[in-house]
């Protein structure tokens, strides 16, 4: 690990009416370097607001490197590209294998002594006000988990209009508690590497009792793109992990016929990717390796036709 820290930026103690402290978590994996270089400068101007604004007091950075390379050869050019910010320490953590999203942010959280953990992917850009509209909503102690909103392409996914409330937050930008985090030990890693992992953690995290909110005015470019179709262009990874996902999160939330459903559709599906997912999923039941169900009365989680909440639009419409 490499660290970066400008000593005279730690305060002392600073009472126990200070505002919270902030820990701003990216992992990497492959990622071009001037999308980084943006997302990293961009979190920071945002960070700096919200200190400046008296919304948070401390607050560090954490990269995690999923890559094979090291993506950042000399970790000290970091220093170039963060001047003037208000992190009072950088940490750059070179994983030497590649431990997904869910496991990339796992290692991150590791040691957090900070208040709020804000989760970013590293194609993001952060509106200047992101941090301080992430928090505002945290004055309600009954909130845990605030998700951001998308742009362009905001996610369809529903919320209540007033008061946020969404069935789960997306991993490419949500501020949670430290005490989400542990009382849900942070992402479930082994069962979702790449997709899922953000729904399982939150529905984990109401049935924990914590609400999980959309806060629209939190605004972040996320560079997605959509097909001549108006569907959402994915790797191979993406549906690989998608079609996991499809099975493993029903089977988890008691409903073995949703995840039935769905592993006859992979496997009915002719596509080579789903059929090899398909197989490995009839492994795993041979085996007894299905995750443990919660959720018996379906209290948190949804399953509405192939999505895990309620949409209010569909690009393709």
């Known amino acids: 690990m490499t660290r970066i820290e400008d000593p005279a930026r730690i305060p002392g103690d600073v009472g126990k009416n200070r505002p919270p402290s902030l820990r701003v978590q990216l992992v990497l994996y492959m990622n071009d370097m001037g999308s980084v ?28 490197d999923s890559s094979e390379i090291p993506l950042l050869v000399e970790p000290d050019s970091l220093s170039d590209w963060l001047v003037g910010t208000p992190f009072d320490s950088v940490d750059y953590l070179h994983f030497g294998a590649n431990l997904g999203s869910a496991g990339g942010q796992n290692r991150l959280f590791e040691g957090m002594e900070e208040d709020l953990v804000l989760v970013l992917n590293p194609d993001t850009y952060a509106s200047p ?37 969404t069935s789960w937050a997306c991993g490419a930008c949500f501020l949670a508690r430290a005490e989400v985090i542990k009382a849900t030990k942070g992402f479930d890693t082994d069962l979702f590497f790449l997709y899922g992992d953000d729904v399982d953690f939150s529905w984990r995290a109401r049935l924990a009792g914590w609400r999980v909110v959309h806060r629209p005015t939190a605004r972040f470019f996320h560079d997605k793109r ?16 998608a079609a996991e996902a499809a099975v493993l999160l029903p089977w988890r939330y008691s409903r073995p016929d949703v995840a039935e459903a769905n592993l006859r559709s992979l496997e009915d599906s002719g596509d080579e990717l789903c059929g090899t997912v398909a197989r490995e999923m009839r492994e795993r039941q041979k085996k007894g390796k299905m995750p443990r169900p919660l959720d018996p009365d379906h209290r ?13 639009f569909s690009y393709s419409d």
Do not use: M, N, W
Not at 37 to 59: F, K, Y
Not at 226 to 241: F, G, H, I, N, S
């Open 300 to 312: 948190v989680a949804q399953f509405i036709e192939d999505q895990f909440a309620e949409h209010r």
């Open 37 to 64: 270089e943006r997302c990293l400068q961009s979190v920071a101007t945002a960070s700096a607001l919200a200190r400046s604004l008296g919304v948070v007091s401390r607050s560090v950075l954490l990269i995690g």
């Open 226 to 241: 959509l097909t001549p179709d108006a569907v959402l262009e994915v790797t191979e990874a993406e549906r690989r992990y």
């Open 129 to 165: 006000r992101l941090v301080v509209e992430l928090a505002s909503p945290l004055a309600d102690p009954s909130i845990g988990i605030v998700e951001g909103r998308q742009v362009p392409l905001e996610h369809p996914k529903a919320h209540h209009p007033v008061a946020g409330d």
